[in-house]
């Protein structure tokens, strides 16, 4: 039982470095796509973490990137496992997603070899613009991790950090949140699962992927992406949550009282959270956009939510 702690804590903690390009180190410069550089990841040679190399290919397909994580790079610092330790069957794409078929020498890799070498993979190719999951199989079976779970497609978004604090611990929560329908004027709950830092709150981080926005067309974003988080409190069952004043722009076109209660009924689905009081840059003396005071604690409410909830 200690050991599979252990593994799950590798496995967080990995999936957390996955975002942070600072915590890999690098070596050379990428080559860039509209201005954004492109690197390959590959476990570390003492593999506890990543180390990233400039991507100099001209093409950046799966093929091409595939083929670079294969070869040795002018970097001692790395450790290359595919085509090494385990081999491509092949792969295939569907919508948004490449499905990667290894050997079964993926199944022989050690713990964190295997957890490093997963996260290495997710992160190089989702550079590529039309691959923003990655699956793996093992000799077309499902991979398996030692407790038997089969993990999901793996994206970047699955995980979120704290940059800038140390990394302590981790955790894997279920979100619900509340973002517009199609009208623009009523919420429908939408739910995520997500790995974060623990020195983070439960309700900071709701509120950061309500900014975040959702994934996928079903339901519209609530807030601006401009809006910046200033601080979030909670006491007595109140969560008091300061937002810059990016908040009342809506870039959406979203009502008033669908982006106000997006962010009242989404923290208000975290334990402990009854009511919640907003305020812009501090201010409570005044209205959120146009009729909504600030100057009130409001407490979640199920009218303006469509569907089940």
């Known amino acids: ?16 470095l996955m975002l942070l390009a600072g915590c890999a180190s690098s070596s050379g410069q990428g080559v860039k796509d509209g201005g954004k550089e492109k690197w390959l990841y590959f476990p570390n040679s003492t593999l506890n973490g990543l180390t990233k190399v400039a991507y100099d290919g001209e093409k950046l397909d799966a093929n091409s990137f595939l083929e670079a994580l294969s070869q040795n790079h002018e970097n001692e610092d790395i450790s290359v496992i595919l085509g090494n330790k385990t081999k491509l069957n092949g792969y295939t794409t569907s919508v948004n997603q490449i499905i990667l078929d290894f050997d079964n020498g993926y199944g022989k890799l050690g713990k964190a070899e295997e957890v490093l070498f997963r996260a290495s993979l997710v992160h190089t190719l989702t550079q590529i613009p039309a691959v923003h999951y990655v699956s793996i199989t093992i000799d077309s079976s499902p991979l398996k991790l030692v407790d038997g779970e089969e993990p999901k497609a793996m994206s970047d978004r699955s995980f979120i950090e704290n940059a800038g604090k140390e990394i302590n611990a ?17 919420l429908v709950r939408y739910e995520e699962s997500t790995v974060y830092s623990t020195n983070i709150s439960k309700e900071r981080l709701v509120i950061d992927k309500l900014i975040e926005g959702p994934e996928g067309s079903d339901v519209l974003p609530t807030i601006s992406p401009d809006t910046k988080v200033n601080s979030v409190d909670v006491r007595d069952g109140i969560c008091y949550v300061d937002l810059s004043s990016s908040i009342v722009d809506q870039p959406y076109n979203i009502s008033e ?3 106000f209660y997006s962010i009242v009924d989404s923290l208000c689905e975290v334990r402990g959270v009854e009511r919640v009081q907003l305020s812009i840059d501090g201010e409570t003396k005044r209205t959120f956009q146009k009729s909504i005071s600030l100057d009130n604690t409001y407490e979640k ?5 469509v569907g089940d909830n």
């Open 257 to 259: 009282e669908a982006v």
């Open 170 to 186: 981790y955790a894997q929560t279920t979100l619900h949140l509340y973002f517009a329908d199609s009208s623009g004027k009523k």
């Open 301 to 305: 409410n199920l009218d303006i939510v």
């Open 1 to 16: 039982m200690k050991k599979e702690t252990a593994y799950r804590r590798i496995i967080i903690f990995v999936c957390l």
